[in-house]
């Protein structure tokens, strides 16, 4: 049942509720549905899965989505060995999508990593299977390895676009999300784990405020090992990667152009709102068990402790607009919270760019959720117009 939402939280991410009523389980229920058209899970297999749920215990989640990306391996294992290639590669593409889904609610540690170990096999599979022109990689940073898939477009000068995904995101993820979409018109793309993301924070990368320095790490690798061209590589940043690119747009000479759904030039300032919002929630109701998962790994993320840690590690995540001037496409859906809506905006504006768009979806776009959750097509119409504009005149 969709309707709407007339209270929403500060980091309200859909203006309508979809299915059900804890928001952070339908965030990413409509985010399941979302990847259904670059190969993600069907309508009937998504809400059959869904009848498995009991509404915001986490547990029950993990263990619907798991056991459903195990039943789409064991399909694909059948189809392989009749020869069918396509239809196994398919089938391993959303037990991949399955697995994704399940560990967004897995408690950090055995149950996380088991999960996340299969979402990467099915992935890689699916990629072979599909015969797909993915190259993995890992791009030096701080002693570290930060990880990726390169998509190389038959057109060996096609563009190279490097996306980066947010706070819930792996870059294998980013694939369904819009990677797909983006490689199918016409361009090379390149998904990448900054500190913090997918499962680097198991390694103790955690999210930093200085984004720009593993973005100028990941462009270096991009160009030294796949031959991207400085001038002809686009950047685009979804949800907290929408703080990630803004930050870099500021300090990187090498991009085309920059798109961001959202803009998110403060989380600092959602982030104290959010902790603050949660907490006198706490005060009236227990947190449902699926919120409590969501906020501790939320904390793992970030690296920090506590509320308290969290709020103080996350306090330098600022972007400043002044010193902006590459092309620079900020979209908005207009189901976001109103602190997203204000800084995005505000960043539109105050930015020095010559050349810059606001978009704005609203709910007859059926792209009105946060990061276009409900509509990913139309996240990677918006973002291929632009680009083809930017790159094809």
């Not at 259904?36 to 989640?61: K, R, T």
């Not at 270096?220 to 001038?231: E, H, K, S, Y």
């Not at 690119?245 to 990187?252: C, I, L, S, T």
Request: hydrophobic share 45%; glycine share 10%; charged share 20%.
């Amino acid at each position: 049942m969709r309707t709407s939402n007339d209270s929403p939280r500060p980091d309200q991410r859909l203006g309508q509720r979809y299915h059900f009523a804890d928001p952070d389980m339908d965030m990413f229920f409509v985010a399941a549905l979302g990847w259904g058209p670059a190969g993600g899970l069907d309508i009937g297999q998504a809400f059959y899965v869904a009848s498995q749920i009991e509404d915001g215990v986490g547990d029950s989640w993990v263990a619907a989505f798991g056991s459903y990306g195990d039943y789409l391996g064991r399909q694909a294992d059948r189809w392989k060995q009749r020869g069918w290639k396509r239809a196994a590669g398919e089938a391993r593409l959303q037990a991949f999508a399955s697995y994704r889904s399940a560990w967004q609610f897995a408690a950090p540690g055995p149950q996380f990593a088991s999960l996340y170990a299969k979402h990467q096999a099915a992935f890689a599979a699916a990629m072979s299977e599909l015969a797909m022109p993915a190259t993995f990689f890992q791009v030096p940073f701080e002693d570290k390895q930060l990880p990726g898939v390169y998509l190389q477009n038959a057109d060996s000068e096609a563009p190279v676009v490097l996306i980066i995904g947010g706070a819930d995101t792996c870059f294998e993820d980013l694939f369904l999300t819009i990677g797909r979409h983006l490689f199918e018109r016409g361009y090379s793309v390149a998904l990448v784990d900054l500190p913090g993301q997918g499962i680097t924070q198991a390694s103790g990368l955690h999210w930093r405020a200085d984004a720009e320095k593993p973005i100028s790490a990941v462009i270096d690798a991009l160009i030294a090992r796949f031959a991207a061209v400085p001038g002809r590589i686009a950047l685009v940043g979804l949800s907290l990667g929408g703080y990630f690119v803004a930050r870099a747009a500021g300090h990187e000479t090498r991009l085309a152009t920059v798109i961001a759904s959202t803009p998110f030039q403060s989380p600092a300032e959602l982030f104290a709102l959010s902790v603050k919002s949660a907490l006198a929630g706490a005060a009236r109701a227990a947190p449902s068990p699926a919120a409590v998962r969501a906020r501790t790994m939320t904390l793992w993320k970030a690296g920090a402790s506590s509320p308290e840690d969290f709020i103080a590690k996350t306090e330098g995540m600022v972007a400043d607009p002044s010193l902006v001037h590459v092309p620079f496409l900020s979209i908005l859906g207009a189901g976001d919270s109103p602190v997203f809506a204000a800084q995005a905006h505000e960043w539109h504006q105050q930015i020095r760019s010559k050349l810059k768009e606001f978009v704005l979806l609203d709910e007859t776009t059926g792209a009105d959720g946060h990061v276009q959750v409900n509509n990913r097509r139309r996240l990677g119409q918006e973002a291929c117009g632009w680009l083809d504009e930017i790159f094809r005149g």
